[in-house]
């Protein structure tokens, strides 16, 4: 997913100054951020589960002092990382995406809310 979220940016910032049809790109980027929106969510959900699960885990092998919960939160705790680092990386991206929409919106329409990077300027 990183991989294809990285390209699809890169590539929508070389068609956005290519002089390509600019309505179109639009709409096909409204459609990008519906998916990524719903794979965020989904990411989301999976990570605060894993992370209530790991919490419980904790709470468990803290309670009844058995090897095998300690293990088991260790284990846990060691793939939350990646959970939540990749669930950090879909969040931001999908900024970034807002962003981009605000700038296409604004090129067409003349209009539009001032994003992060616009305030950066």
Known sequence: MKKYLTEYRRRFRE???????LKLLLRYHEKQIEFFQ????VHLIVTVLFAL???????????????????????????LV????????LENQVQYMYDDYNELF????????????????
């Open 106 to 121: 604004k090129k067409i329409n003349g209009f539009s809310y001032e994003s992060r990077t616009e305030k950066k300027k």
């Open 15 to 21: 068609l956005l100054g290519s002089g390509c049809d």
């Open 38 to 41: 719903h794979e965020r969510l």
């Open 53 to 79: 699960g790991t919490i419980i885990m904790i709470i468990a092998a803290a309670v009844t002092a058995n090897i095998g919960f300690v293990a088991l939160s260790v284990l846990l705790l060691c793939l």
């Open 82 to 89: 990646p959970y939540i680092s990749h669930y950090y990386f």
